[in-house]
């Protein structure tokens, strides 16, 4: 019985003993352990004390084997952030776990993208995607890698890597961070945002300054991730050369093109 198997496993997750959760209860120590090892069964009044104990719904109690969840989803739990508490509130989140319970950090290629912005909730679609851990993040927070394209967030290059901290909740979304976003419309976008959640929209940002900002409204997007590091093939391009011999350049550069456009025209 699963109930029996998770109860026991968050009063041993909590470092409590029989004793300990039992006198919390107001309940005996012999009745605790009779539901550990399924010789008895409790009763409603039971199961709505423990549910409330350990901050996890019945039904999750009673259906979900708690020992085969990843790190990230049972500090979800314990944080309250239980789909069958918080009803439609909480963005249910399609993952993976390794050999070991840890959680995987899935890949969403370039070629992968499409499909994303319509299997990104379904177990199945993100069951195949590749994966991979970095020992250097948290265990105990969900990270996924996305292939940006285009320029628009340079000097971050295209066709970059960039990792991604799941934002659980959006009002958690700060000003003038780096966040991936997927929408319905646009589907992935990394972008820097601007928060906006009480008048329900976020305004985005890109870091080259030929974009123009846009807004969009919480309806239209379906999941947020937190940048958190980014891999690229390519080396930046130097900062050093000053701002005015930029300018030089480019403009040297217009006039050659100017030029040979004039040679063209005279043959």
Not at 6 to 29: C, E, G, Y
Not at 54 to 59: K, P, Q, R, S, T
């Amino acid at each position: 019985m699963l109930f029996s198997t998770n109860i026991k496993f968050l009063r041993k997750r909590r470092s409590k003993t029989q004793d300990d959760v039992a006198t919390a209860l107001h309940m005996k120590r012999s009745t605790l352990s009779g539901y550990e090892n399924e010789v008895s069964e409790p009763n409603i009044e039971a199961l709505i004390a423990l549910s409330r104990y350990f901050n996890v719904a019945i039904d999750t109690l009673i259906k979900v084997d708690l020992t085969q969840i990843g790190e990230f989803q049972l500090s979800q739990l314990e944080r309250g952030y239980d789909v069958h508490i918080k009803g439609s509130n909480i963005r249910v989140l399609a993952t993976t776990v390794d050999s070991g319970n840890r959680e995987n950090i899935e890949l969403v290629s370039e070629r992968a993208k499409a499909g994303y912005t319509t299997g990104y909730a379904d177990p199945e679609y993100i069951r195949v995607l590749p994966t991979f851990q970095l020992p250097f993040l948290s265990k105990e927070r969900k990270y996924r890698t996305f292939q940006i394209s285009g320029d628009s967030m340079l000097p971050i290059p295209d066709k970059s890597y960039v990792t991604g901290e799941y934002v659980v909740d959006w009002h958690d979304i700060h000003d003038r961070q780096a966040y991936i976003i997927l929408t319905m419309d646009d589907g992935i976008v990394f972008k820097i945002a601007e928060n906006h959640i009480a008048d329900g929209f976020l305004r985005l940002h890109s870091l080259n300054p030929f974009y123009q900002p846009f807004e969009i409204h919480l309806n239209e997007i379906k999941e947020v991730w937190k940048f958190v590091h980014y891999i690229s093939s390519e080396m930046p391009e130097s900062t050093n050369v000053p701002k005015e011999q930029q300018l030089i350049d480019t403009i040297n550069d217009l006039r050659k093109q100017v030029q040979d456009i004039q040679l063209k025209l005279n043959l």
